[in-house]
């Protein structure tokens, strides 16, 4: 298996509220042509120089509606990756995740371990 990096610009590109609305409504069929079958997408920010921070590369994983993963053609994650900052603005130094049953994006926090929770006497 061949490992592809694909890199982004460390600032996601900016979109009026009209084009980010036109954006947002052709996002699923858009997604469908690349990655059939796709019902939630995470991208996830990862950084080639963690000392300089300046070089971002997403990695894009795809899972269809029974929970398999669904292998990503060459390229596609660069082109998944554009679509969703045209049609969210969201924090994309944080890791995102899109659902094809709303057409919404989330944030992706990870949980907190059971010992790291709030007190409660």
């Known amino acids: 298996m061949s490992t592809t990096t694909e890199y982004l610009p460390t600032r ?5 509220a ?3 609305r036109r954006n947002h409504t052709q996002l699923p069929y858009r997604l469908q042509q690349i990655v059939p079958g796709a019902d939630t997408i995470l991208v996830t920010p990862m950084w080639a120089e963690p000392d300089t921070g300046a070089d971002r590369v997403f990695m894009v994983l795809v899972w269809d509606r029974a929970g398999a993963r669904i292998a990503l053609p060459p390229g596609a994650t660069v082109q998944i990756t554009a679509w969703l900052q ?5 924090r994309w130094e944080q ?3 899109w659902h094809a049953a709303g057409n919404t994006l989330t944030e992706r926090r990870p949980p907190l371990p059971r010992a790291m929770g709030r007190w409660t006497p």
């Not at 996601?12 to 009026?16: A, H, M, N």
């Open 12 to 16: 996601p590109r900016r979109s009026s």
């Open 18 to 20: 009209g084009r980010r």
């Open 86 to 90: 045209g049609a969210f603005a969201a």
């Open 95 to 97: 890791a995102q995740t």
